[in-house]
């Protein structure tokens, strides 16, 4: 089983690549999966522009980047997106991102890491309706870090109640992206 850490922020100065790596080091402890961190800003992808819907473009892109970029997501079996929260939403560069494919995420297993002001609960909860247009499981335990709480002078330093948080989640999204890999009979 494989599962994507998608940092999902490709600004300059990100703390989510921070938080992927904090996400990441407590998912490597696990042996039930294997857990890479997906960089989004590593595939420079173009905006949306395509006239061809992607759900109907049959993993057949008109960018070689977007077609990288989908290669790479049909290779996971489930995600955690690490999303940042811009304006009490995601993040416009990662909704791009998603939007430009459409079979590589179909009925796949997502999990929510956040951070913001207040946690970027706002932006996991736009997240939710988003995954749910591809059918994504979305699992119910989360992870949301406070930007003015824990980080301090612009390092990561989660509360002490965030490891057993994201255990949870692991847990959920494991056990969701197991049951979700066995065929229907």
């Not at 407590?26 to 173009?46: G, H, M, Q, T, Y």
Request: proline share 4%; no cysteine.
């Amino acid at each position: 089983m494989k599962i994507g850490i998608i940092l999902g922020s490709i600004r300059e100065g990100r703390r989510g690549e921070q938080v992927a790596q904090w996400v990441h080091s407590i998912a490597s402890k696990r042996d039930e999966a294997e857990f890479d961190i997906v960089d989004l800003k590593s595939f420079d992808l173009p905006l949306l522009t395509t006239a061809t819907v992607p759900g109907a473009a049959k993993r057949k892109y008109d960018d070689p980047r977007v077609t990288a970029w989908g290669e790479t997501i049909d290779s996971y079996d489930g995600f955690i997106f690490v999303t940042a929260e811009y304006n009490h939403s995601v993040p416009g560069a990662f909704k791009n991102a998603v939007d430009s494919l459409g079979p590589e995420w179909a009925g796949k297993t997502v999990a929510f890491v956040s951070y913001g002001a207040d946690g970027g609960v706002r932006a996991t909860e736009h997240w939710r309706q988003i995954v749910a247009n591809f059918q994504m499981v979305g699992v119910r335990g989360t992870v949301a870090l406070f930007n003015f709480m824990e980080f301090e002078d612009g390092a990561l330093v989660p509360f002490e109640r965030r490891e057993a948080e994201a255990g949870v989640m692991l847990d959920q999204l494991i056990a969701a992206t197991a049951k979700n890999l066995v065929p229907a009979v």
